[in-house]
């Protein structure tokens, strides 16, 4: 029994950007991620794999280490070193804080052997490109997907990192809390496959880095908002034991009822119902985002002008 007492789907991710407009030039043109919805200050894109990753314009992001990156497979060791030439090349264009040197990973730090490099972004996320042998094992990388002509051919999102004080206290939290999946990998590291969602390396870490509410991972079930506050009242219940720091209150946006919740390492994690849409339909199942298509969803997917 879970506190979380129904079945659990790990979804979506977000992250803080300083300008929305210039986060989706950077996720598509660079990182090769579909966009999917523009709202006036938050974009959401979508990995190849249906996974979702969701940028919000807040005035200052807070800093983010580099134990928390997302994670872009390229098909061998030659894409990966065109790659790095490519964004090496364009790093002013986009803003591109740092760039890593190439070099294959050492699998004692946090489970991933990879050839690969780093990049920190204009609003200081980190992203890994590595060729496609990653930990979780190989990914579907499709060959014409959209967008075309990244400098990161469009393709899945295989996994992210995030930090965590004590493992096996974390470990018992995805398991018996959240209603996830986490085995411990290595001596000071776990991983998650989000119930077949977004894959987890949780990496202990001397002091983590405070996380901010819309640095949040999403965790997404199928019910009514009645279901989603008596999950709010388990979660309150059970807080103390786990370790969890803060419960906001239920309320209803972008389409889902949900609530937020910040764990024992301060990560931040939003249950919800979607309450239109199936979790990984959060806007349009198949093809980018267009006016048209907009359009044909409704007002609620429209663009609106920053």
């Given at each position: 029994m879970t506190v979380l007492f129904e079945p659990t789907l790990a979804t979506h991710t977000t992250l803080e950007c300083i300008d929305v407009s210039e986060s989706i030039r950077f996720y598509r043109e660079v990182m090769g991620l579909a966009t999917l919805r523009r709202l006036k200050m938050a974009a959401v894109f979508r990995g190849t794999n249906g996974l979702i990753a969701a940028s919000v314009q807040v005035p200052r992001p807070m800093p983010q280490p580099l134990l928390n990156f997302y994670t872009r497979p390229v098909q061998d060791r030659v894409q990966v070193e065109a790659v790095h030439a490519a964004v090496t090349a364009a790093g002013e264009r986009y803003g591109?804080?740092?760039?890593?040197?190439?070099?294959?990973?050492?699998?004692?730090?946090?489970?991933?052997?990879?050839?690969?490099?780093?990049?920190?972004d204009r609003d200081g996320n980190w992203w890994r490109v590595e060729e496609n042998d990653g930990p979780f094992g190989k990914v579907e990388l499709p060959v014409d997907a959209e967008p075309r002509d990244a400098l990161v051919a469009a393709?899945?999102?295989?996994?992210?990192?995030?930090?965590?004080?004590?493992?096996?206290?974390?470990?018992?939290f995805y398991r018996e809390f959240l209603g996830i999946d986490a085995e411990q990998q290595g001596p000071h590291y776990f991983f998650s496959r989000g119930n077949g969602g977004v894959c987890v390396i949780g990496v202990e870490v001397p002091e983590v880095m405070p996380q901010p509410v819309l640095n949040h991972h999403g965790i997404t079930l199928r019910g009514d908002p009645a279901m989603i506050d008596r999950l709010r009242d388990s979660v309150v219940r059970n807080a103390e034991e786990f370790g969890v720091m803060k419960v906001l209150p239920a309320t209803s946006q972008h389409g889902s009822y949900s609530f937020y919740m910040q764990d024992l390492d301060t990560n931040w994690w939003e249950i919800e119902i979607l309450e239109e849409l199936d979790p990984f339909q959060q806007t349009i199942k198949d093809g980018e985002w267009?006016?048209?298509?907009?359009?044909?969803m409704g007002a609620r997917f429209s663009r609106h002008s920053v």
């Amino acid at each position: 029994m879970t506190v979380l007492f129904e079945p659990t789907l790990a979804t979506h991710t977000t992250l803080e950007c300083i300008d929305v407009s210039e986060s989706i030039r950077f996720y598509r043109e660079v990182m090769g991620l579909a966009t999917l919805r523009r709202l006036k200050m938050a974009a959401v894109f979508r990995g190849t794999n249906g996974l979702i990753a969701a940028s919000v314009q807040v005035p200052r992001p807070m800093p983010q280490p580099l134990l928390n990156f997302y994670t872009r497979p390229v098909q061998d060791r030659v894409q990966v070193e065109a790659v790095h030439a490519a964004v090496t090349a364009a790093g002013e264009r986009y803003g591109i804080r740092q760039i890593t040197r190439l070099a294959e990973e050492d699998p004692a730090r946090f489970g991933v052997g990879t050839y690969g490099f780093y990049l920190q972004d204009r609003d200081g996320n980190w992203w890994r490109v590595e060729e496609n042998d990653g930990p979780f094992g190989k990914v579907e990388l499709p060959v014409d997907a959209e967008p075309r002509d990244a400098l990161v051919a469009a393709g899945p999102i295989s996994y992210v990192t995030l930090e965590c004080r004590d493992m096996h206290k974390t470990i018992r939290f995805y398991r018996e809390f959240l209603g996830i999946d986490a085995e411990q990998q290595g001596p000071h590291y776990f991983f998650s496959r989000g119930n077949g969602g977004v894959c987890v390396i949780g990496v202990e870490v001397p002091e983590v880095m405070p996380q901010p509410v819309l640095n949040h991972h999403g965790i997404t079930l199928r019910g009514d908002p009645a279901m989603i506050d008596r999950l709010r009242d388990s979660v309150v219940r059970n807080a103390e034991e786990f370790g969890v720091m803060k419960v906001l209150p239920a309320t209803s946006q972008h389409g889902s009822y949900s609530f937020y919740m910040q764990d024992l390492d301060t990560n931040w994690w939003e249950i919800e119902i979607l309450e239109e849409l199936d979790p990984f339909q959060q806007t349009i199942k198949d093809g980018e985002w267009t006016e048209e298509t907009a359009a044909a969803m409704g007002a609620r997917f429209s663009r609106h002008s920053v």
